[in-house]
């Protein structure tokens, strides 16, 4: 008897699937509700009828993560899908330096996630900074359902906003913030042309963005400045390609201690600055 995880991992390699043993794994899984087959428990026909199924859409390059359902990031587990940008290893940098930042403030810390999507930067500091008060803002509809229904499933610890980051700015009082933590879309058109092809099942609005990629930049870092605190932080996730634009941007908006971290796999991915304690 044909091994069903083989046959689906051979025809995933067949189609230029990379890690097709690692996804074959998890479609089985997921048909199973968690059990790898084995010749003791076999899959039924409605399994392996279902297991083909997806092997089909996942060779014609849909997210694994859309398959699924949900994802892991960091400690949590997030509910994904169509309309919603796929939480990503790298960003658990950016999510470090936010809880760092904001563990500096102590109790009570207001945090603020600006194109917050899934809400894995918000609701990973609302768990691990005692005290944090987090305002997660999104506005896409699609992606907004997907923030909600994770913000509940962790116990609904965000305020979650539905508004557009570049008008936002005139709802908020100055020194509203401690930290404002943003993944912005930043992919520029050249490079939207060279994606790998599952990106184009994921919304083009949470990774596009005009003037070379650094549209939300330029906007955030100046007219969100007077939202923090004197001493805040502002933490933005980057393309590998962006560190020295995004830094010059927030310098010339007026932060200062400006500086480049790298993720696990030794790319630039996040730049922090801070608003100045005048004196």
Not at 34 to 62: F, S, Y
Not at 249 to 259: E, P, Q, W
Request: hydrophobic letters at 45%.
């Amino acid at each position: 008897m044909v091994n069903p995880v083989a046959e689906i991992t051979r025809r995933l390699a067949q189609a230029g699937i990379e890690d097709a043993a690692f996804d074959a794994m998890q479609l089985a899984r997921l048909v199973t509700g968690g059990a790898m087959p084995t010749e003791q428990t076999p899959l039924t026909e409605q399994q392996d009828r279902q297991l083909m199924q997806l092997c089909e859409r996942r060779i014609r390059h849909e997210p694994l993560q859309y398959l699924c359902g949900e994802w892991d990031f960091y400690d949590l587990t997030l509910k994904v899908g169509p309309g919603v940008l796929i939480p990503r290893p790298d960003t658990e940098t950016v999510a470090q330096a936010a809880m760092d930042a904001a563990k500096l403030f102590g109790q009570g810390v207001r945090i603020l996630d600006l194109c917050s999507g899934s809400g894995a930067i918000a609701l990973c500091a609302a768990k691990h900074v005692p005290g944090a008060r987090v305002t997660a803002l999104e506005l896409s509809p699609q992606a907004l359902t997907y923030l909600k229904e994770n913000n509940a499933a962790y116990g609904s610890p965000l305020t979650v906003v539905h508004a557009d980051v570049f008008e936002w700015q005139t709802q908020c009082a100055d020194e509203s913030f401690e930290v404002i933590v943003s993944n912005p879309p930043y992919i520029s058109d050249e490079e939207m042309q060279t994606l790998a092809p599952e990106l184009s099942y994921e919304p083009r609005m949470a990774l596009f963005a005009e003037q070379d990629g650094l549209a939300f930049y330029r906007h955030i870092a100046p007219a969100y400045f007077h939202a923090l605190i004197p001493g805040g932080a502002l933490i933005f996730e980057i393309g590998w390609k962006q560190a020295d634009a995004v830094m010059q941007l927030c310098r010339a908006a007026g932060y200062a201690d400006v500086c480049m971290e790298k993720d696990w796999g030794g790319n630039p991915r996040c730049v922090k600055a801070r608003r100045p304690i005048a004196f």
